[in-house]
């Protein structure tokens, strides 16, 4: 049987909440790679600024949109889309819209 993977376009308070279910979910499940890349739209953030991706990939938490909110070691934060998807048979999206 082929391994699932799954990754998580979107960063932000929903997705990084969604993170943490997904994460943990596929730890349980034999079925699912170990990791999930989680596309993140890269900015600076806290002081001294840090690039978000390495505040998540580090400390495992969203520090501006889910701060004291841990995520779990399989998350990891990733900047390039195309990087993210390479290989993802699961596609979950969480992008803010109006």
Same mark, same amino acid.
């Given at each position: 049987m082929?391994?699932?993977?799954?990754?998580?376009?979107?960063?932000? &308070?929903?997705?990084?909440?969604? /993170?943490?279910?997904?994460? +943990?979910?596929? =730890?349980?499940?034999?079925?699912?790679? #170990?990791?999930?890349?989680?596309?993140?739209?890269?900015?600076?953030?806290?002081?001294?600024?840090?690039?978000?991706?390495?505040?998540? &990939?580090?400390d495992?938490?969203? /520090?501006?949109?889910?701060? +004291?909110?841990? =995520?779990?070691?399989?998350?990891?934060? #990733?900047?390039?889309?195309?990087?993210?998807?390479?290989?993802?048979?699961?596609?979950?999206?969480v992008?803010?819209?109006?």
């Open positions: 082929a391994t699932e993977k799954a990754c998580i376009i979107g960063s932000g &308070n929903w997705g990084s909440a969604i /993170a943490r279910i997904v994460g +943990g979910n596929v =730890l349980k499940n034999p079925r699912f790679d #170990n990791v999930v890349q989680m596309w993140v739209y890269e900015e600076m953030v806290g002081e001294p600024p840090r690039k978000l991706t390495e505040i998540i &990939n580090q495992h938490v969203n /520090a501006k949109y889910l701060p +004291g909110v841990s =995520l779990p070691d399989s998350i990891v934060a #990733n900047p390039d889309l195309a990087d993210t998807v390479k290989g993802a048979t699961v596609l979950i999206f992008l803010p819209h109006q």
